[in-house]
């Protein structure tokens, strides 16, 4: 089963205004990461936190992470257009095989110039 | 750059004629992984390299191999392709130890027609 899901499946916003994105998860974890996809290419990474932080910045990105919960959210602050693409969530963990990254399926992102 | 190269970027196979992917990387990573993503959906994995140690997933079909001659070169090989194998396929590496605690740097993806 799938491990990390998120909501929303997609989002538009205008520029300038925040995009949050969430992702929940069911097992536990080592540590979940967010990737950005733009159409037709490859993965980008953006940040990682692990399952002992709460919080992680990284210039217009805000990252917090509930292990309660088993549930993200990934924040974008004063969208662009070039932020316009999917966000997947990513969760690692240590199961019967080994270690696992499963992917969400992602938040389809459109900010609107 | 060091960076994680994959080619073709498009290719159209036929049915049933055996195809290979290619994915070259400049990173040193120890870690070579390969996903299928279809439209709309997340990536899903099919199996890695941990150095020479293959790691198959346990839902990948028969139908897809690896080869990983080398550090640098990772290979798909898809033996009888269906059309429901049409996808994007990614590559991607990492440099943990620890396979999939780490980041994982992509390839753009060679996105596979099945005519």
């Known amino acids: 089963s799938q491990q990390g899901e998120e909501d929303p499946q997609a989002l538009s916003i205008q520029e300038g205004e925040n995009a949050t994105m969430n992702c929940s998860y069911k097992t536990s974890i080592n540590n979940l990461q967010w990737y950005r996809q733009n159409s037709g290419r490859g993965l980008v990474h953006l940040i990682l936190?692990?399952?002992?932080?709460r919080e992680k910045h990284s210039g217009r990105l805000r990252v917090t992470l509930d292990t309660s919960k088993k549930s993200s959210s990934l924040l974008i602050t004063a969208s662009r257009a070039a932020d316009t693409a999917s966000y997947f969530c990513a969760t690692d963990s240590t199961g019967d095989g080994g270690f696992k990254t499963i992917f969400g399926a992602g938040t389809r992102l459109f900010v609107k110039a | 750059d060091a960076m994680v190269i994959q080619n073709p970027r498009y290719q159209v196979t036929q049915f049933g004629k055996p195809v290979t992917l290619s994915c070259s990387q400049t990173?040193?990573?120890?870690?070579m992984y390969w996903y299928q993503q279809k439209s709309s959906q997340a990536p899903k994995l099919l199996f890695h390299?941990?150095?020479?140690?293959?790691?198959n997933e346990a839902d990948t079909p028969d139908n897809f191999q690896s080869r990983r001659p080398n550090t640098s070169f990772c290979f798909l090989d898809i033996r009888s392709p269906g059309l429901g194998d049409a996808a994007m396929y990614l590559c991607?590496?990492?440099?943990?130890?620890?396979?999939?605690?780490?980041?994982?740097?992509f390839g753009p993806g060679t996105r596979l027609t099945v005519l």
């Open positions: 390299y941990y150095d020479k140690d293959f790691n």
């Open positions: 991607a590496t990492s440099r943990s130890p620890a396979v999939g605690t780490d980041t994982q740097y």
């Open positions: 936190i692990r399952s002992n932080e």
């Open positions: 990173l040193n990573h120890n870690v």
